[in-house]
């Protein structure tokens, strides 16, 4: 009786890690781990009944369409997951966030469109992942940054037409990526990707098949291969203008600033201001050909030339100015920290606070073109508004001020 009740014991206790799906065929390797091979079976979806002491699954050429959160519950334990070569179009977030023990996913040749790409953000072990042969058409530039011992990467015979800056970034164990046969827009927007593969050792898959489809100067031509001068990262440089005789008019104090830039595509021109109540941020111009304003930021006037003229100024208007240049292959800012000044010469009122600044007055007020940019780190920029009577009199020393403004600076030109 004792045999019998031994062998039931043994059978309850193997049981679990014997269980198998009727489709598929289970088997223990040498090396210990528990194989569930079901490719090849005509599969709908994953299969249930799997032991969760499977490791190797392999679901390989089925007819799988669809993936859900609960399609490897059972399977916590797996390492290698094959499910190329079927017809999955759909994957539900949380698929795969739970199998931290997975080390290789085969997703090729399918019909994914769409991932949950932070379901990758939980699985570190992750040494081998094949996306290729799908229809993705992007994805994020944070999708593999938690992938610390990914080796191998395949997304060749996808749908990108461009890939964000950063993208294969902390990847330190990674040493081969295969991106070919994608139809890239060789806009600037890739460039980043040329100045990688020209420094990084990993290697690249057929990297004579990562060709240009647009546009169409470049079209057949290697990404590697994209002219650097059509790529020109933003310089961006801010003045103050002591003229305001091409911007719009208003009575009291105007503060004005002219942010000039360059860079290959053109770079666009942005502004950040910060006070000590609020912050703004202005992408683009605000004022219309027809002098019509955005109701909501018509404190900051921006105009297509990049000036950016304040009415008015007051106190609280006190603080940091910020342009930005943005093209597709960077960005560039330099800012101005600006004060109102609390008596009729600023340059005092400086130099009551620090004792190690230099004392400029009278005729040492530059235009912002005659700056000496060797003085760029001070980066301030003082206004104070001239008593009536006093200003027929500055006008004679410093014609070009204009509607009773005076700007003393130092630290402009600013440039980056």
Request: hydrophobic share 40%.
């Amino acid at each position: 009786m004792r045999p019998l009740l031994c062998c039931l014991g043994l059978a309850v206790l193997l049981g679990p890690c014997l269980a198998c799906p009727s489709p598929c065929s289970c088997s223990t390797k040498k090396n210990g781990r528990l194989l569930a091979e079901c490719a090849y079976k005509d599969l709908q979806e994953v299969p249930e009944g799997l032991s969760s002491n499977v490791t190797i699954l392999t679901l390989s050429a089925n007819r799988i369409g669809w993936l859900g959160q609960g399609s490897f519950v059972e399977v916590p334990e797996v390492q290698s997951l094959w499910l190329g070569y079927n017809q999955i179009g759909v994957v539900e977030p949380g698929t795969f966030a739970l199998l931290v023990h997975l080390k290789n996913l085969d997703l090729s040749h399918n019909k994914i469109a769409d991932f949950p790409w932070q379901d990758l953000h939980n699985l570190s072990g992750l040494q081998i992942l094949k996306m290729n042969n799908n229809r993705l058409a992007g994805l994020p530039w944070d999708a593999f940054r938690s992938l610390k011992d990914l080796r191998s990467l395949w997304l060749n015979d996808n749908e990108l037409t461009t890939l964000a800056e950063g993208t294969f970034e902390n990847l330190p164990s990674l040493s081969q990526l295969q991106i070919f046969n994608n139809p890239f827009n060789c806009s600037c927007k890739v460039f980043w990707l040329k100045k990688w593969t020209e420094n990084t050792s990993v290697s690249i898959t057929k990297g004579g098949s990562t060709l240009c489809v647009a546009p169409a100067r470049l079209k057949g031509r290697a990404v590697m291969d994209i002219p650097d001068h059509h790529c020109v990262a933003p310089s961006v440089q801010l003045t103050y203008l002591s003229n305001l005789d091409n911007t719009v008019m208003y009575d009291g104090l105007t503060l004005t600033l002219h942010c000039s830039v360059a860079g290959s595509p053109l770079p666009e021109i942005r502004w950040k201001i910060q006070t000590s109540s609020h912050r703004v941020e202005i992408n683009g111009p605000n004022v219309a050909r027809d002098g019509n304003v955005k109701q909501s930021q018509e404190r900051f006037l921006v105009f297509k030339n990049g000036t950016m003229a304040i009415p008015n100024f007051r106190k609280e208007d006190e603080g940091t100015y910020t342009c930005l240049a943005v093209n597709d292959v960077g960005t560039r800012d330099v800012s101005v920290n600006v004060a109102l000044a609390g008596s009729d010469n600023p340059a005092e009122d400086l130099l009551r606070d620090d004792p190690q600044a230099s004392h400029f007055g009278g005729q040492s007020c530059y235009k912002g073109n005659e700056m000496d940019s060797s003085s760029a780190g001070e980066k301030l920029v003082i206004v104070y508004h001239m008593p009536r009577e006093s200003k027929s009199r500055a006008e004679a020393v410093v014609p070009q001020v204009h509607l009773g403004t005076l700007l003393l600076a130092w630290g402009i030109v600013l440039c980056c």
